[in-house]
């Protein structure tokens, strides 16, 4: 078991600088295992223990896990996106055992009832600073919508609308082709909110009966079917880096 001290932890993940993470941990703002932080000095486990700030899950691991690994899981449809459910629903970690000899995680989620390109990693760091709303990573959507938007509909979810979490920000579409019941639409979004595509959708009466990620941060699933990943590629994981410096 890995001991470490909480800020050299979330430091070392990107949160803030030590002294800046001391701060916020005196303010009463990170939870570990779900219980208040309330002294200074704390001795966790980054590889284990799951760590909050304002809410939010952070991702932590030892320096001892020096070993990085970064891959793409296509995710299917009724699968969650966490690393363990109280349901007993299958998780996509189920889907990556023995993928690597140490604990990984996803990158962000995918709706239980969505598909699609989701990273796993255990570099805390990356992932943290690719769900970061500030880096605007880029997920592309092919989205199955009932009836026939209009444009002056579409534009309205173009130019951003407010929804009881706040305002959703512009974003792309393109309508992809129509039949007589639904129509296909590709939607790109640089911020994401929960269920935000389902919510745009639902406000012009226009309900998602299907949604898949194509891609993520540029990175597409093509060549990959429901339940396979892949590592990524040195090509890929560098983009990945420089998007998340930018």
Do not use: C
Request: charged content about 30%; aromatic content about 6%.
């Amino acid at each position: 078991m890995s001991q470490e001290r909480l800020h050299k932890a979330l430091a070392r993940a990107g949160v803030a600088s030590r002294r800046q993470v001391e701060k916020i941990i005196e303010e009463g703002r990170v939870r570990v295992n779900k219980a208040r932080v309330e002294t200074q000095g704390m001795v966790i486990d980054p590889d284990k223990d799951e760590i909050y700030v304002d809410g939010k899950r952070v991702y932590t691991a030892s320096e001892e896990l020096t070993e990085r690994v970064y891959f793409l899981l296509y995710k299917p449809a009724g699968v969650v996106s966490t690393s363990k459910d109280t349901a007993g629903r299958k998780t996509v970690l189920d889907l990556v055992l023995g993928a690597s000899a140490g604990r990984i995680y996803p990158v962000g989620r995918l709706d239980y009832d969505a598909e699609g390109a989701l990273l796993m990693t255990n570099d805390g760091e990356l992932t943290n600073q690719l769900i970061h709303p500030k880096y605007h990573v880029p997920k592309v959507y092919e989205v199955k919508v009932k009836g026939t938007p209009t444009e002056e509909q579409l534009d309205k979810l173009r130019r951003g609308i407010y929804l009881p979490d706040g305002p959703t920000g512009p974003s792309e579409i393109e309508i992809l082709g129509k039949a007589k019941v639904n129509t296909w639409l590709k939607v790109i979004l640089t911020q994401g909110k929960n269920n935000q595509i389902k919510n745009m959708f639902w406000r012009i009466e226009h309900p998602v009966q299907k949604l898949i990620r194509t891609h993520f941060a540029g990175i597409s699933i093509d060549g990959l079917s429901p339940g396979e990943f892949r590592p990524l590629s040195k090509k890929e994981l560098t983009s990945l880096r420089a998007l998340a410096k930018r």
